[in-house]
């Protein structure tokens, strides 16, 4: 089966934006007080053109979805296909939540993205958004009791995940601020944020793993596990478990050894040298968790091992 490229590349995408969209806004919330979030991040433009940007790649991804269902060109748009789609499919119904839900996370981040309760529905907002597509995926594939586990994991591992791309989006653009703009107070904070994320990263590894075994168990299954290198989902799938290992292992030195060492150099007014370690550190888990995303969006347009029993 040749893959649709097309389609993969947006549903990365979309992964990456809401995740963004998702994460960065709470890593606001539990990582920032109302005060300094105005000044530390430009949450306005970052969240706004996340929201709008979603909305644009949502639309895409619903016109390349029905295409693919119904056999026929991208181009020109289908409009009865997308009609069929998003009035008679559970994924239809996910798509028309998922823009409502963007629309308010945009609107509430133009009004005043920096203030708690603005920026509080856009955490809830584009949680649902987010949320919405696990109905795309495999999340969906099962029916009764099965099926909400299953949804119910699917959903808990996209809304962990997002938390900790959008943190990784906030602690990147703390550490990256100009020199000419890094201040004692500046400092501080994001000192406090690297501490405060290594205590909420703790829940969010834990939810990632206990519901990553619960996919796994429902899509490759006991049977299949020792035979994944067989097929390219298998294959696909230990790439991805071997990053987020990586992952955890940058994530453990960046708690344990890099946050203490620049709380240290920030008592001795020596920043640099370990501030520029954590920019380094940060960097490479954030392309390790890009490529996971990347590999999210491929595998869930391949047939799990389990589904083919």
Same mark, same amino acid.
């Given at each position: ?18 995740? $963004?969209?998702?994460? =960065?806004? %709470?890593?606001? #919330?539990?990582? /920032?007080?109302? !005060?300094?979030?105005?000044? +530390? *991040? ?104 099965? $099926?909400?586990?299953? =949804?119910? %994991?699917?959903? #808990?591992?996209? /809304?962990?995940? !997002?938390?900790?791309?959008? +943190? *990784? ?108 370690? =954590? ?14 995303? +990347? *590999? ?14």
């Amino acid at each position: 089966m040749e893959a649709d490229w097309p389609l993969i590349a947006v549903r990365f995408a979309l992964y990456l934006t809401l995740s $963004g969209l998702f994460g =960065l806004s %709470a890593f606001g #919330l539990y990582g /920032l007080q109302e !005060g300094e979030r105005g000044d +530390a *991040l430009a949450f306005r433009p970052w969240l706004l053109g996340a929201g709008l940007l979603a909305l644009l790649l949502s639309g895409i991804a619903i016109a390349l979805l029905a295409a693919a269902m119904a056999g026929t060109p991208p181009w020109p748009i289908d409009r009865e296909a997308i009609g069929m789609l998003l009035s008679d499919s559970a994924t239809g119904t996910a798509w028309k939540i998922r823009m409502i839900a963007l629309v308010v996370a945009s609107i509430a981040a133009l009004m005043a993205a920096w203030r708690t309760m603005p920026l509080a529905l856009v955490v809830i907002s584009s949680g649902v958004a987010l949320a919405t597509l696990a109905w795309t995926g495999h999340g969906a594939m099962d029916e009764g009791a099965t $099926g909400w586990v299953h =949804l119910a %994991a699917d959903i #808990l591992h996209l /809304l962990s995940a !997002g938390a900790w791309v959008g +943190a *990784l989006l906030g602690l990147g653009l703390l550490v990256t601020r100009p020199a000419r703009r890094i201040d004692a107070a500046h400092l501080t904070l994001t000192h406090r944020a690297l501490h405060g994320f290594g205590m909420i990263g703790t829940i969010v590894v834990g939810t990632i793993v206990v519901t990553g075994l619960v996919n796994a168990w429902l899509l490759v299954g006991v049977v299949n596990a020792l035979n994944l290198g067989v097929t390219l989902y298998g294959r696909l799938l230990m790439t991805k478990l071997l990053l987020f290992l990586a992952m955890l292992g940058l994530a453990s030195v960046n708690r344990f050894r890099l946050t203490p060492a620049f709380e240290r150099s920030i008592a001795n007014g020596d920043h640099p040298g370990a501030l520029g370690a =954590l920019r380094r550190s940060l960097a490479i888990e954030t392309a390790c968790v890009v490529l996971i995303l +990347a *590999l999210v969006a491929w595998l869930g347009t391949l047939e799990p091992p389990a589904s083919a029993m």
